[in-house]
């Protein structure tokens, strides 16, 4: 059928989001909007708003965006085509009609749905009879119960050519081909595809059968023989256990991904249900996207030899061109050899519960990957490392990740070869002048860390004493670099509450990240014009005397004018919290004269002095500053 962009709009203004998200989740009116608790990630604070005007939800919290279809795919867990027909029947729409040809082919896949049902009950009928004995003692060798077996459809194909054929003989030869359960060679009669084997349906989302994983019984190779691709089967875009593990994803908050069928089954027995699988391949972009429909951070669990090693860091490296703020992959290492089933069935699911609750984010398995890659003793090797984190940080598409990905493992190396910053970065400020998240080298020329940020009950506090001139500055920034605004999503959330032209300012640049992520500066322009902003834009843009380098319409160094940015929006932020502090203790000091008020209200002082002389460090002495 052909589902026309005029339907989906028709289909969406038809639906009140709040409505269908009431359903399931408790509203409060908050103004225009509705807040809750987001479903898609455990807080105690509403951070989840529904917009029935704009018709979209958002969680300032796990950054989970979308419509109601998106929300009947991702919440409910439904196919879209489901979703959108479950929605149309409750608007009062009609469906737009099959053509011929979509018709067919749907009727097509009907039968083949069949087939592969019976195929499915067939197989589980042998493993219950005489035949399956053997099948059934390799079960119980590997510790799976029939339990176990029963949830999972598994079944056994009998050593024999001609079982299945017979068995499904009413659908015809053609159609047990198509399927793939027979295999077609010229000149001869068509013959089982799956003998002797242990027996394991591959369902799609619906939980229909649509493919077998088959598990030699003894000896012999191939060890597992899976379907060949067919209508009903795209390897690289199905994802094993899926059906099962997205119910389970949703109350648990993640998904897990391990190399095999048996490790999937043996992890469901333990009691971890979202465990999926890719099915003898390596983890395409498909499986990737389809896994973060689920999680922001899907965690990636392979053997603990050197092949499963190797799987990791492929997908590590598929991973890296489609990552997004917030969005990325984190490893769980096994050790000694061992894979998800034998750890289970060894140490328990504490031990694998233990792992999981400390992850390899994707940047440290890089990381340690091109270290471990060449020795590191001449400074030729160490151009070489330097050279190959840069390679593998330009693959990543999303500006803002890349940019992070270039900071992280210039840091990295800084620390790692016992130096600072200022030793391998091109150019840095003079005295003072240490960027957000470098650290820098105290009067004995010892290393510091960078200081952590600003805590989430800093950010939120005293946003009515934003100073107007730093905050008219960041806002010329986020409009001159778009990009920057998802990634600040919740800090500047937090800034609505501000009163006057500010903080409505403020709301309408996010409600533009809400409203399209693949921003330009025009499309930022367009979308505050129509919110009544395009004057107080033009007024900002034409603000280049403002001294800041984002505010310049064409910085000579990007990258450093973002940084710069980034720089400003935190002490914007931390500054009116500190200073409102620091009013509170100048007060408390002046009642009781204590020791502790007086050593807190130094300590702010310093404090402010501190984010004072950040935020000097970033204004433009004179045009020089953009020339190297």
Known sequence: MSLTPAFLDELRARTLLSGLIAKTVKLQRAGREFRACCPFHNEKTPSFYVNDDKGFYHCFGCSAHGDAIRWM????????????????????????????????????????????????????????????????????????????????????????????????????????????????????????????????????????????????????????????????FDKGRTLYNLDRAQAAARKTGRIIAVEGYMDVIALAQAGFDEAVAPLGTAMTEHQMERLWRMTEVPLLCFDGDSAGQKAALRAAHRALPLLQPGRSLAFVPLSDGLDPDDLVRTKGADAFEALLAKPQPLSDLLWQSEVAAEPLGTPEQRAGLKQRLTALAETVADPSVKSEYKAEFRERIDKHFDRGPRDFQPRQRQAGGARAGRGTRNARGIWQPPEAPPSTKARTLGSEGLDPALARA?????????????????????????????????????????????????????????????????????????????????????????????????????????????AEATASLSRDGSEEAFSRQVALSRRRQELLERLANLRLADEDDFDD
């Open 73 to 232: 795919t991702e919440q409910q867990g439904l196919p879209f085509i489901d979703a959108v027909k479950e929605l149309a029947q409750a608007a009062g729409l009609d469906m737009p009609e099959q053509d011929r040809r979509a018709a067919q082919k749907a009727e097509r896949a009907k039968g083949l749905h069949e087939t592969m049902a019976d195929a499915a009950a067939w197989f589980t009928e042998r493993l219950g009879g005489i035949e399956g004995a053997e099948a059934r003692a390799l079960l119980k060798r590997r510790g799976i119960s029939e339990e176990t077996a029963r949830a999972f459809g598994m079944g056994f194909a009998p050593d024999s050519r001609g079982k299945l054929r017979q068995a499904l003989a009413s659908y015809g030869d053609a159609m047990l081909v198509e399927a793939g359960l027979l295999i077609d060679v010229e000149g001869k009669e068509p013959y089982d595809r799956f003998r002797g084997r242990l027996m394991i349906p591959i369902r799609d989302a619906r939980g229909r059968v649509i493919a077998f994983g088959g598990r030699i019984i003894g000896d012999g190779e191939p060890k597992y023989l899976n379907s060949p691709e067919t209508p009903l």
């Open 474 to 582: 960041v806002l010329c920034g986020l409009i001159r670099h778009p990009v920057e605004i998802a990634r600040h999503m919740e800090v500047l959330g937090s800034l609505r509450t501000a009163s006057g032209a500010l903080g409505k300012l403020f709301e309408a640049v996010i409600d533009v990240a809400l409203e399209d992520r693949q921003l330009d500066q025009g499309k930022v322009l367009t979308i505050l014009a129509r919110s009544g902003f395009d004057q107080v834009a033009s007024d900002l843009l034409r603000a280049d005397t403002l001294p800041f380098t984002f505010c310049r319409s064409n910085p000579v160094d990007a990258e450093r004018a973002r940084d710069d940015l980034n720089e400003a929006i935190a002490v914007m932020v931390e500054q009116p919290a500190v200073d409102a502090a620091l």
